[in-house]
């Protein structure tokens, strides 16, 4: 009997010491999880100046594109006006 007496504060302090523990745990998850942020936002800075870089790009590149098809274009037309001639 007097053991099932110290049974209700021997489960009551085995559990304070794992909420203890998992709290502990915890806490020395944080600086991980803040350094994981940390590379995070890092990315995330590094990715909206990729993207700035490219949207300033993009007009220049399709204009490029554009010229090289007209040279192109000129080039088959130049081409078929030889071939026809012979």
Known sequence: MFS??????RVTVHLI?????????AAETVP???AALDEVRATLRHLERLLS????ELPELAD???R???????????SREHAGRE
Do not use: H
């Open 64 to 66: 490029q594109l554009d």
């Open 4 to 9: 099932a007496v110290l049974a209700g504060p």
């Open 17 to 25: 010491r794992r909420l203890f523990a998992s709290v502990l745990e």
């Open 53 to 56: 870089y490219v949207a300033e």
């Open 68 to 78: 090289i098809r007209a040279r192109v274009d000129g080039l088959e037309e130049r």
């Open 32 to 34: 991980r999880i803040a």
